[in-house]
Nanobody
Framework: VQLVESGGGLVQPGGSLRLACAAPGIAFRIYDMSWYRQAPGNQRELVAS???????EFAGSVKGRFIISRDNAKKMVYLQMNSLQSEDTAIYYC??????????WGQGTQVTVSS
């Protein structure tokens, strides 16, 4: 199973980026989808999640700035990141989880917030 992230890059503080994750090889609509991130020296942390039913949750540090959404027809999940800060610099990973079937990860995409 392959999850493919895209949309990372270099952005100035206060800027925006939109990450995308394609999951063509799974029965997408029955998976909970999440974005995690890992900064150098830190553990991987949950950023945002959206359940198969569309319920969302966000880490406190990104609440009000990030939006997660999904398109079941396209088998895509998105992370709209606004008002980016240097603390948001990390590798961002897409995750697909179904408790009965499996747990899958993408290869990650680098987000760097710097002036």
């Amino acid at each position: 199973v392959q999850l493919v992230e895209s949309g990372g890059g270099l952005v100035q503080p206060g800027g925006s980026l939109r990450l995308a994750c394609a999951a063509p090889g799974i029965a997408f609509r029955i998976y909970d989808m999440s974005w995690y991130r890992q900064a150098p020296g830190n553990q991987r942390e949950l950023v945002a999640s959206i359940t198969s039913g569309g319920n969302t949750e966000f880490a406190g540090s990104v609440k009000g700035r990030f939006i997660i959404s999904r398109d079941n027809a396209k088998k895509m999940v998105y992370l709209q990141m606004n008002s980016l800060q240097s603390e948001d610099t990390a590798i961002y990973y897409c995750n697909a989880r179904n408790r009965k079937i499996g747990n899958y990860w993408g290869q990650g995409t680098q987000v760097t917030v710097s002036s």
